[in-house]
């Protein structure tokens, strides 16, 4: 990382230079996809790609119901109408079977999302997709390397938007994220949005934006790229001696996807005893998160959707608890986190 910052400091250039080509290049390779595109972040990927796909003002995007914000908010921007669909209990991902009961003729897009770092059932959802004639894009932030049956997230769609922010798989050391697609059109006015809706120099033909992935970040970000596949597999070790070691406990843990390939992004149980566990973990000193504790439709800035019921997702957002993970824990760090899981249950609390 050091001599990535070095590199960058010596070059002198810090907004679309050599890096920022080279990662790119670097990850739509690793992606298996033709074209991937840096921007600020992976609100700006998804906004930027549905602006590119002319989604707007009357339209309607499908997403899911159990989602962090952004995803809602890339379409809300665009002035489009996000319309939720409920996820499966199991994967808590878009549940294929209900998509086709939220599609009207405003329909343009399905947005699924690999949540946790597990791909979305892509499958059924490519074909609904085809047969009504909709736009997929994969939100692919939290799964970096993931794979739904050999194929990895972000090049199952027909575009895909990701994010970087530090915490994720693939993570910078700030903002940062990027569109992939196999489609050189949407993928050169993503470009030219990016970049104030220029593609030469004080030459605008849209109405763009600033949101480009920076040298600093690219460079970061590329040496980072090198160990992803390695980190990931890291998070699957921790994966799997949670999942061992925690049968049996009364927790609800995550099945993982049949197709394999999960990069464990999140590793989430759920239980009704959700607050106390995460209360009692804390005074250990044991750290967990609640992704996320009140789902977009219930939040302030959404409250023509107040009165909409989706049982699943507020039913998750009451009992979900995301246990320490990351590939630098030590064996001593999981096991503590198993041995105290175990003792808050032999509490009988
Ligand atoms: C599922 C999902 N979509 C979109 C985003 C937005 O990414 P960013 O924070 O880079 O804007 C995030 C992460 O923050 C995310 O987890």
């Known amino acids: 990382m050091d001599a990535a910052y070095k590199r960058v400091m010596d ?34 990927a998804l906004t930027l790609l549905l602006r590119a796909y002319g989604i707007g003002a009357g339209d309607e995007v499908i997403v899911p119901s159990n989602t962090f914000i952004a995803t809602w908010l890339a379409v809300s921007q ?8 409920e996820p499966d209990p199991v994967s808590h991902n878009m549940d294929p079977a209900r998509i086709e009961k939220a599609i009207t003729p405003r329909t343009r897009a399905i947005m699924p999302v690999h949540l946790y770092g597990q791909v979305a059932d892509m499958d059924p959802i490519m074909e609904i997709a085809a047969r009504f004639g909709l736009v997929v894009i994969e939100d692919a932030a939290q799964s970096q390397g993931a794979l739904y049956k ?21 993570g910078a050391m700030g903002d940062a994220g990027a569109v992939l697609t196999n489609d050189a059109e949407i993928a050169a006015k993503v470009r030219k949005l990016r970049n104030y809706g220029s593609t030469v120099k004080y030459e605008h033909t ?38 061992e070691a925690l049968q049996g406990t009364g927790l609800t843990l995550p099945q993982g996807s049949p197709w394999g390939g999960d990069v464990w992004h999140l590793y989430v149980v759920v239980t009704a005893q959700r607050d106390a566990l995460h209360q009692y973990l804390a005074s250990r000193g044991i750290g967990t998160v609640i992704h996320y504790p009140k789902p977009p439709h219930l939040q302030g800035c959404y409250a023509e959707y107040s009165q909409t019921s989706l049982p699943v997702a507020e039913q998750l957002a009451g009992q979900v608890l995301s246990l320490p993970m990351s590939p630098d824990l030590t064996d001593a760090e999981v096991q503590e986190v198993i041995d105290s899981v175990k003792e808050f249950f032999a509490r009988g609390e």
């Open 78 to 85: 665009c002035g489009a109408k996000p319309v939720p669909v």
């Open 150 to 170: 050999g194929r990895k997230a972000g090049g199952l769609g027909h575009a895909a938007g990701t994010s970087f922010y530090p915490g994720k798989n693939l």
């Open 206 to 243: 849209e109405a763009g934006y600033n949101t480009r992935l920076d040298e600093l970040q690219a460079a970061f970000l590329r040496e980072k790229l090198r160990v992803l596949d390695a980190w990931n597999q890291k998070r699957q070790l921790v994966a799997k001696k949670y999942t």
């Open 11 to 44: 070059s002198g250039t810090y907004i679309m230079g050599s890096e920022v080509d080279h990662f790119e290049k670097e990850f739509a390779a690793y992606s298996n996809v033709s074209h991937c595109v840096g921007v600020g972040n992976g609100l700006d």
